[in-house]
């Protein structure tokens, strides 16, 4: 029965590489004409959400980046005009992140195609407890750095700056 078991776990291992595969090229190439990766989708959305974050801050809360400072990532976008960067009153190192005008726009753009996939998913999902399904990758994850920053996605944190 093991054995069987263990080409189950294999499979859905595979599985769930598949999906997040497939997943990020129907994202990156709906976010193309906006000029925008994935991982640069993902920061303006957490901005938009969460901001004005530090830089450590956006760091906790990113799941395309491991570590707590996406600095060249972030730089990119403020090069592009998407992110400013402004100094925090009370600790001249650190610095807070938010959306431009231009930055909230394409956030926007982002936005609407993500719910484009999320419907796409909805349809392949119907009838799937997605709460449970949910919990199932949750565990999955649990106790490692993007178990962590999902998990800092709370409405509970809207607003608040770290």
Same mark, same amino acid.
């Not at 920061?43 to 707590?68: F, R």
């Not at 400013?84 to 753009?109: C, F, M, P, W, Y």
């Not at 982002?110 to 990758?137: C, F, N, P, W």
């Given at each position: ?26 994202? =990156? =190439? ?8 994935? /991982?640069? !989708? ?5 901005? =938009? ?5 530090? +830089?450590? &801050?956006? &760091?906790? +809360? ?71 399904? !949910? /919990?199932?990758? %949750?565990?999955?994850?649990?106790? %490692?750095?993007? &178990?962590? !920053? ?13």
């Amino acid at each position: 029965m093991r054995v069987g078991q263990d080409n189950d776990i294999e499979r859905i291992r595979y599985l769930l590489l598949a999906v997040q595969r497939e997943g990020n090229r129907q994202l =990156a =190439a709906g976010l193309a004409p906006l000029e925008l990766t994935p /991982s640069q !989708a993902e920061v303006l959305h957490l901005l =938009a959400e969460y901001g004005p974050l530090t +830089l450590t &801050g956006l &760091g906790e +809360l990113l799941v395309c980046e491991s570590g707590t400072n996406p600095s060249r990532l972030v730089a990119r976008l403020i090069d592009a005009g998407l992110v400013q960067k402004q100094s925090v009153a009370n600790d001249a190192r650190q610095i807070s992140l938010s959306l431009t005008v231009q930055g909230h726009a394409r956030q926007e753009g982002a936005r609407q195609i993500e719910k484009h996939l999320h419907d796409r998913m909805r349809t392949a999902l119907y009838g799937v407890d997605l709460g449970a399904l !949910a /919990s199932a990758l %949750t565990g999955l994850v649990r106790d %490692t750095p993007v &178990g962590d !920053a999902i998990a800092r996605r709370t409405p509970t944190r809207k607003g608040t700056p770290s």
